[in-house]
């Protein structure tokens, strides 16, 4: 069992009878939901959102109950994996692509539950590249908008050579090389407000729980103080 595997199952063992619970994407999120899967073929009663189309794919495979957004106003519980977390819990995500859907499932959940392995613990947010999604409308001007307010490199994600890479959403993904990130909540109020960004990975003060797997399968849990 690798660390991903490792943190992804633990945290499954959050999920309780009865439970609405929003399923995270990526590949720590992968086998959380495979966990999940296993404990409903054993009885387990939930119903589940998933955060991108991957993962409702995966969690049908799995014959997890799939429910809509709006047949519910609260998720007991979410788990998500993250590109980049800190001492604080802050994390970065969006590296597959999900963060809309990841942000309003993880901040709609009572409990989130972040799944990750060691490699993604850091010091300082700011190494990976910051996920923004961008409207496709007047793109050019959102992504001068950004390149005029900070020094950072800003890419368009392709899909390949020809294409721009579009989310579940039908929007656009900007990658923005900001390096070392001094004050993310600051900077997450600041993309908030700039118009034509949908919403960016940066994910400020909603992870409660920190699951952490390590290459030797075991795992570490943090809390949010
Ligand atoms: O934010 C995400 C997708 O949008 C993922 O949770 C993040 O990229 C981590 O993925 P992985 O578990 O594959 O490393």
Request: net charge negative; glycine share 8%; aromatic share 8%.
């Amino acid at each position: 069992m690798n660390g991903k595997q490792a943190a992804g199952y633990l945290a499954a063992d959050w999920v309780k009878d009865g439970m609405t619970v929003g399923l995270g994407t990526g590949s720590t999120a992968y086998w959380a939901i495979e966990r999940l899967g296993q404990r409903v073929a054993e009885g387990l009663l939930i119903q589940a959102i998933a955060t991108s189309s991957a993962s409702e794919e995966l969690a049908r495979k799995y014959h997890i109950p799939m429910i809509e957004a709006a047949q519910v106003d609260r998720l007991d519980l979410a788990i998500d994996g993250a590109d980049e977390v800190d001492h604080e819990l802050q994390l970065i995500k969006g590296g597959g692509g999900a963060l809309l859907r990841e942000k309003l499932v993880a901040l709609q959940a009572d409990h989130f539950i972040v799944v990750a392995d060691d490699s993604k613990k850091v010091d300082q947010l700011g190494v990976f590249k910051l996920p923004i999604e961008i409207v496709p409308f007047s793109y050019e001007w959102t992504l001068r908008k950004l390149r005029s307010l900070y020094p950072a490199d800003f890419q368009l994600r392709q899909q390949d050579t020809n294409q721009l890479y579009v989310t579940d959403n039908g929007n656009y993904i900007v990658d923005a090389a900001f390096g070392r990130i001094e004050d993310a909540a600051l900077l997450a109020q600041e993309l908030d407000h700039v118009t034509g960004v949908v919403e960016h990975g940066l994910f400020i003060d909603i992870t409660q729980t920190l699951v952490l797997g390590f290459a030797d399968g075991h795992t570490e849990v943090i809390e949010k103080k």
